[in-house]
């Protein structure tokens, strides 16, 4: 039973274009969301974070947007560039929580010249 | 800051052995955590520990893993007897209180053949 899902292995887009990354959460205990990226061979970097009171989070090319009602958050990264090619994972903590992190899966997105 | 540091990098063992990984976190970060990365689970949490001391091992699959912290830059997990479906990427990740954009370290790949 995954409590966060992100329903797409991959997405492929144009330099210069807008990404988008889906994830979807199933717990309504959660109170802060994570975005992470990982490049092959190392391990996952932090990318931007949110937490349940707000809806939305910027900084700099990337923004992530909370929908509470929908349970569903996404990651748009503008303008995208190749250097954003890599697997992205949206992880989830819940309230009270310091410790367990839980993820999604990973999208893998590439971003063509 | 030299980051989270886990060795090895690769380890290829038979079944039936011992292994050790081994970590060493950001000097000053009190929580310490080993995930474990499968194709079919994904990122998943083993066990975390608060200054030194597990918190929540409830990830831990079975008796044959076990994890330790003598020490605030030390950490290991140990997997006795080995069998291949431990074949995953271990990660090792430190956090400040309050923190929740872990800092994870490089992965060990253990393969189990």
């Known amino acids: 039973d995954q409590q966060v899902k992100q329903n797409s292995p991959s997405l492929s887009v144009q330099e210069g274009r807008i990404s988008i990354l889906n994830c979807d959460y199933t717990?309504?205990?959660?109170?802060?969301f994570l975005w992470y990226k990982k490049y092959p061979a190392e391990g996952p970097t932090f990318l931007i974070s949110?937490?349940?009171?707000?809806d939305k989070n910027e900084d700099g090319r990337f923004t992530v947007f909370l929908n509470k009602s929908a349970k569903h958050l996404s990651l748009h990264i503008v303008p995208s560039q190749p250097g954003d090619s890599a697997v992205y994972f949206c992880a989830a903590k819940a309230w009270g929580s310091q410790g367990n992190l839980i993820f999604g899966k990973g999208t893998k997105l590439s971003v063509k010249p | 800051d030299a980051g989270v540091i886990q060795s090895p990098r690769h380890e290829v063992t038979e079944m039936g052995q011992e292994v050790t990984l081994r970590c060493k976190p950001i000097s000053g970060h009190d929580y310490l955590f080993w995930y474990r990365q499968t194709m079919m689970r994904g990122l998943e949490l083993l066990i975390y520990f608060n200054n030194n001391v597990p918190i929540d091992d409830s990830g831990m699959p079975e008796d044959r893993f076990s994890a330790k912290m003598p020490n605030a830059s030390f950490s290991t997990l140990k997997i006795q007897p080995s069998e291949p479906r431990d074949s995953a990427v271990y990660f090792c990740?430190?956090?400040?209180?309050?923190?929740?954009?872990?800092?994870f370290g490089s992965g060990t790949r253990l393969t189990v053949v």
């Open positions: 949110i937490s349940s009171i707000k």
């Open positions: 717990n309504s205990m959660f109170d802060y």
């Open positions: 990740a430190s956090s400040l209180p309050g923190n929740y954009g872990y800092t």
